[in-house]
């Protein structure tokens, strides 16, 4: 019996251990104003182009957001983020070019029908943890190009050749390009789900997701709903994912089922982690890394992105487990003493 | 019904390819409670080498047998290297060694070989189809490999006594530890023999899926339903769940939900399996107390 004991009590301890950042700590008020001026202020200063990858940055950033939320904060291991991701892109595309929906209007119902999705795939995601869940989660993951190549859903997903939309001008005559337009569109819709996101996690419901995480024997024993909670948890996840799925499409203006393969939800996991793990900033350095570390990687060969990632993800692993938030974090407390 | 025991026997046929390859895992999971997500790479990986070996001149059966063994090596010292420091780690940094593991692999078949689809040679010629029209040559010739090597790992680990000391290492470390067992070599064997496994299957499947580096990943997701199914802590069960797969495969993908949708028919087992039985059929119920 006392056996049973001190290996629960070990295990729970290992676990706080090698995540180290159990809250959500605020960046200064200062910083974050700092960041968000810069970012609006790069709209004018950069090409289209590397607005184009500005935006997609954003997009990433949310949807490594949902993950964290789900993995990061809940402890529930996905390897199938791309899924919902998918499902967000392909329901702005369908709504945009089907049914002429304009394109702000597509994002809440692309969160809504992911958040729905979610919710669903939360039930069997219950009856499963850690590793068993990440394989469960990886098969979605894998199967998501077939099922959006698949025959009856072809009048709207367009089967293998996609969906071409176009991009929205900028509204009320502003004096903006389609692409500065949409940058600052996106940066609106991810400075509310951050600021959200940041909220939930403090607060009540944020506090009962980690104690999950932690402990989700001593959590019920405190009166948590694990079932509502988790499938709840798994639900916002989705929806997040979902929104930046939305946001990529219509930055795209394109979605095909083989730019949804098991990569994307691949992908999105070496953000999470190489940004950081139970980190909501953590999301914006990972989006970062997916974004401009290809770039710099396709020079040397096509192959070179993926070996690159794989090698700092191990890397990460075994040096950093914290990730690049975890890193500043430690740095900040050590240039501020007073912070800690 | 001719139709129907055509799509029965060559779903045994691949059956076999999936059963090697979910017997690959088991062994894993027995040993360490990982599911290895990078077993497929590391498989197509092994074909390529055995692809370079036979477009170098190579008999067949030579390359076959140095791609095994180079395999086996490989897999012990990816054990070593990378899953030794990890022992004790949380799950989520398994994951993410397991995944970095597949992006590695991936990129380095994609980058040595290119993303070129190639064919690989199949040893089993036969012109006309066999046991009446039922079996091409291959598909035949591939399920006796896969049988030949089950009964080899069977006889392994029943009547030798190092395949003893690797069930007792992975069924009781400590005690295993105690009467002299060195099971950390224990585990880097077994990732050897489940590597060298793998490239087996990959070899045998890659006459029908042709050789291209993410050949593994469908084949990798009926490898894991099948272990699922069979009961991921049994090696029989896991035999048995890889050629049922196969079969279920076969039958679903020519009746039911068209060729289209297989890869998501295994999808629906993995659900099914952990939902209803997550034991597996032939697995036994582990309870915890807590």
Same mark, same amino acid.
């Given at each position: ?22 809250? /959500?700590? *605020?960046? *200064? ?20 182009? #590397? ?72 039930? *069997?995601?219950?009856?499963?943890? !850690? $590793? ?11 199967? &998501?190009?077939?099922?959006?190549? %698949? ?7 367009? +089967? ?13 005559? $502003? ?27 403090? !607060? ?10 932690? #402990? ?34 219509? /930055? ?14 691949? %992908? ?50 075994? $040096? ?21 | ?20 390859? =979910?017997? =690959? ?36 059966? &030579?390359?076959?047998? =140095? ?110 530890? $105690? ?10 064997? +077994?990732?050897?023999? =489940?590597?060298?496994? +793998?490239?087996? /299957?990959?070899?045998?499947?890659? *006459? ?9 990943? +469908? ?19 896991? &035999? ?51």
């Amino acid at each position: 019996m006392s056996g049973e004991i001190t290996a629960e009590a070990t295990e729970a301890s290992t676990s706080i251990r090698t995540q180290p950042s159990t809250r /959500a700590r *605020p960046v *200064p008020f200062a910083v974050t104003v700092i960041v968000l001026a810069g970012a609006v202020a790069l709209t004018f200063l950069v090409s289209n182009y #590397h607005l184009f990858q500005l935006t997609m940055l954003v997009g990433y950033a949310v949807a490594i957001l949902g993950l964290n939320i789900a993995t990061g904060y809940n402890g529930q291991i996905s390897l199938g983020h791309g899924a919902f991701y998918a499902v967000g892109a392909y329901t702005a595309a369908i709504l945009m070019s089907n049914f002429d929906v304009p394109y702000w209007a597509t994002l809440p119902i692309a969160a809504i029908i992911s958040a729905i999705i979610g919710f669903l795939i939360g039930f *069997p995601a219950l009856r499963f943890t !850690g $590793l068993y869940l990440a394989l469960t989660t990886f098969a979605l993951a894998v199967a &998501v190009p077939q099922l959006l190549k %698949f025959k009856g859903i072809e009048d709207w997903t367009g +089967g293998v050749q996609g969906i071409v939309i176009s991009k929205p001008e900028a509204p009320f005559g $502003l004096p903006l390009n389609p692409d500065q337009w949409l940058y600052l569109f996106s940066l609106g819709v991810a400075g509310l789900l951050f600021l959200f996101a940041w909220n939930l996690i403090r !607060g009540r419901i944020g506090r009962a997701m980690m104690a999950i995480r932690d #402990h989700a024997l001593a959590a019920e024993a405190m009166g948590i709903d694990l079932a509502l909670l988790k499938t709840r948890t798994f639900a916002v996840s989705a929806m997040y994912t979902g929104v930046a799925g939305a946001l990529s499409a219509i /930055a795209v203006e394109f979605v095909a089922p083989d730019s949804f393969t098991v990569f994307v939800s691949i %992908f999105l996991f070496v953000g999470l982690v190489v940004g950081g793990v139970a980190s909501i900033t953590g999301a914006i350095f990972g989006a970062a890394f997916i974004v401009f570390i290809p770039n710099i990687a396709e020079q040397v060969s096509k192959a070179a992105p993926g070996a690159i990632y794989g090698v700092i993800l191990i890397a990460f692993m075994y $040096l950093m487990p914290s990730g690049v938030a975890g890193l500043l974090r430690r740095l900040y407390h050590r240039l501020v003493p007073s912070s800690r | 019904m001719q139709g129907v025991l055509h799509q029965i026997l060559s779903g045994l046929a691949t059956g076999g390819i999936y059963a090697s390859l =979910a017997l =690959a895992l088991v062994m894993i999971y027995q040993a360490t409670h990982h599911v290895n997500f990078a077993q497929g790479e590391m498989a197509t990986l092994s074909t390529y080498i055995a692809y370079t070996m036979v477009t170098a001149g190579w008999s067949y059966w &030579v390359s076959f047998i =140095a791609t095994v063994v180079v395999s086996f090596i490989m897999g012990v010292v990816v054990e070593r290297v990378l899953m030794r420091p990890m022992t004790n780690a949380p799950v989520l940094a398994l994951v993410g060694v397991f995944i970095g593991l597949l992006l590695i692999v991936n990129a380095m078949t994609g980058w040595i070989w290119d993303f070129t689809i190639k064919t690989f040679p199949s040893p089993f010629h036969s012109s006309t189809p066999l046991l009446g029209g039922f079996l091409s040559g291959h598909e035949l010739g591939s399920t006796v490999v896969t049988l030949v090597m089950l009964l080899c790992i069977y006889l392994f680990f029943r009547h030798t006594s190092l395949g003893l000391a690797m069930r007792a290492a992975a069924y009781n470390p400590v005690s295993s530890r $105690l009467v002299g067992v060195r099971v950390g070599w224990m585990l880097a064997l +077994g990732w050897g023999l =489940a590597a060298a496994i +793998g490239a087996i /299957a990959g070899m045998m499947i890659a *006459p029908i899926v042709f050789l291209d580096p993410n050949m593994m990943a +469908g084949v990798l997701l009926y490898a894991f339903a099948g272990a699922l199914l069979g009961g991921i802590e049994n090696p029989l069960g896991a &035999v048995i769940g890889g050629f049922a797969v196969g079969v279920i495969e076969n039958l679903g993908g020519a009746y039911v939900v068209g060729t289209e949708l297989k890869l998501t028919l295994a999808l629906v087992i993995i659900v099914a399996v952990l939902m209803i039985k997550p034991s597996g059929l032939l697995g036994r119920t582990v309870m915890s107390r807590v």
